[in-house]
């Protein structure tokens, strides 16, 4: 008697019900996939930007394939809340802070440790600069790129699609 | 002891919980799509780039101003004519004597100044490297019938032994006002 009270508990009243309602029960279950699919493919945004960058425009557009092997140098106006502090002179950060073209050393090193010993040789960097900055700061980045040996560089840009 | 019912848990709002955690995790991460200009600096040198005897009509100069204007071989330039006028350069289909004497012997020399925007070299930088990539296809075209993207990398590397891509930067001027 008992038994069957609790199976009735589960399942409602017995006869007389009509179609049982679709179970929502697995719905999280869908979404959780999706969520780990997510989690799996993307990666979470390693460094807030603290300077401004709008990318320029560019046809000869390439992926940077593996996002491992990928170093980041961003290069633009400081944002509004650090002007006070930092100036408004473009700036270059790494990872998080504001750093000097002398850091590039240490900070590409860095990176380099983090790979395994075939990949070194794959890093790229990635210059992420505004498109109003001068010539002046990104000659100089090149310059110190060049001299530690880091010489695979990608010019992030967005797709242009209209003629010049 | 009084029988307890087990509680149904409405299953409705688990699915809730979960549409929160995927779209904070949307927000939050990037499938950044990193796409840009790849490019191989030249290795650092501490000496002096060993002086080479460069045939002037091999040489196409690139000059970028500190008002982005663009100084193409001594004649002022406009940067949509500039891919086409690079490949009449280095293809040079006419036998110009003033133009490469093959595409293998075809330099590109770029010059900025440093308050040259970022914008204007990428721009120019741009439409050198398409004028090569364009070059690229229609010869992967006449050789193998398809575009350059679609070759292997053996043909590939045949092909820009024909035609190298030589972009030589040199240091940028400083005429201009750097920001």
Do not use: C
């Not at chain 1, 557009?61 to 491992?68: A, P, V």
């Amino acid at each position: 008697m008992e038994f069957k009270l609790t199976i009735m508990a589960k399942f409602g009243r017995g006869k007389g019900r009509g179609t049982p309602k679709i179970s929502t029960a697995s719905l999280p279950d869908i979404i959780f996939i999706l969520l780990f699919f997510f989690m799996v493919v993307t990666v979470m945004k390693d460094s807030e930007l603290k300077v401004e960058v709008n990318y320029p425009y560019a046809t000869e557009l390439q992926k940077l394939e593996k996002k491992s092997l990928v170093s980041y140098i961003y290069i633009g106006v400081p944002a509004q809340r650090f002007r006070k502090k930092y100036g408004s002179a473009p700036r270059i950060q790494l990872n998080d802070s504001f750093k000097e073209v002398k850091d590039l050393k240490l900070f590409l090193e860095q990176e380099k440790s983090k790979l395994r010993e075939q990949e070194r040789g794959l890093m790229t960097a990635s210059i992420r600069a505004d498109k109003d900055v001068t010539m002046g700061i990104v000659t100089d980045v090149k310059t110190e790129l060049r001299k530690i040996g880091q010489l695979k560089v990608n010019y992030s840009s967005k797709p242009r699609t209209d003629d010049l | 002891m009084a029988r307890r019912e087990s509680p149904e848990v409405n299953a409705g709002s688990m699915a809730d919980i979960a549409f929160l955690l995927l779209i904070f995790f949307l927000v939050t991460t990037t499938i950044d799509v990193d796409k840009g200009i790849t490019v191989k600096l030249p290795p650092w040198s501490d000496e002096p780039p060993p002086e080479m005897k460069l045939n002037e009509r091999n040489v196409y100069s690139v000059l970028v101003n500190a008002n982005d204007e663009l100084l193409v071989r001594g004649q002022p330039m406009r940067p949509g004519d500039l891919r086409e006028n690079t490949k009449n350069f280095i293809a040079n289909p006419r036998k110009m004597p003033n133009m490469a004497e093959t595409p293998k012997k075809a330099i590109i020399s770029l010059k900025n100044d440093r308050g040259t925007s970022y914008e204007a070299y990428i721009r120019v930088y741009n439409e050198l490297k398409a004028a090569y990539r364009e070059l690229w296809d229609d010869a992967a075209d006449v050789q193998y019938g398809r575009t350059y993207d679609e070759l292997e990398l053996e043909e590939k590397r045949t092909l820009r032994a024909d035609i190298p891509l030589v972009i030589s930067e040199a240091e940028p001027t400083s005429f201009g006002e750097e920001k």
